[in-house]
C-alpha cells in the first residue's frame, strides 16, 4: 500500500501562483512515477503532470506545459507541482497518484494509488 496526502490547495487570483505539495508513505520507496491530475465540475479526470523517482523523467500535458513544473524530494517521498500564471480554467481538484511499475503516465488508469485531493480555485 501507498498512502497518498495532498496540500497546498487554495483560493489565488488569475496570475498567481500555488505549490502543491503530496507526501507519500508506505511502500513509496517502490513507486516507479507519481502523477498529478485534475477534475473540474463536470468534466473528466484530466492528466497534468508526471515524474519518475529514478532518474526525474517529466511530462506534462499541453494545458499546463511552460506554466507548472513537477519536481520530486526522494529523501522525503514528496512530489511537488508548482503552478504559475494560473488561469481560471485552472479551477479543479487536484489528485496526486502513484503507480508502481512502468506505465503510462498521463493515463489515469495505470496508476495504483490516489489521494483524496486539493482543491485550487483561480478567481478572475
Known amino acids: 500500500q501507498v498512502q497518498l496526502v495532498e496540500s497546498g490547495g487554495g483560493l489565488v487570483q488569475a496570475g498567481g501562483s500555488l505549490r502543491l505539495s503530496c507526501a507519500a508513505s508506505?511502500?513509496?520507496?517502490?513507486?516507479?512515477?507519481m502523477g498529478w491530475f485534475r477534475q473540474a465540475p463536470g468534466k473528466g479526470r484530466e492528466f497534468v503532470a508526471a515524474?519518475?523517482?529514478?532518474?526525474?523523467?517529466?511530462n506534462y500535458g499541453d494545458s499546463v506545459k511552460g506554466r507548472f513544473t513537477i519536481s520530486r524530494d526522494n529523501a522525503k517521498y514528496t512530489v511537488y507541482l508548482q503552478m504559475n500564471s494560473l488561469k481560471s480554467e485552472d479551477t479543479a481538484a487536484y489528485y496526486c497518484?502513484?503507480?508502481?511499475?512502468?506505465?503510462?503516465?498521463?493515463?489515469?488508469?495505470?496508476?495504483?494509488?490516489w489521494g483524496q485531493g486539493t482543491q485550487v480555485t483561480v478567481s478572475s
Open positions: 515524474i519518475t523517482w529514478t532518474g526525474g523523467s517529466t
Open positions: 497518484a502513484a503507480v508502481l511499475r512502468p506505465a503510462r503516465v498521463a493515463v489515469a488508469l495505470e496508476y495504483d494509488y
Open positions: 508506505g511502500r513509496a520507496s517502490s513507486t516507479y512515477a
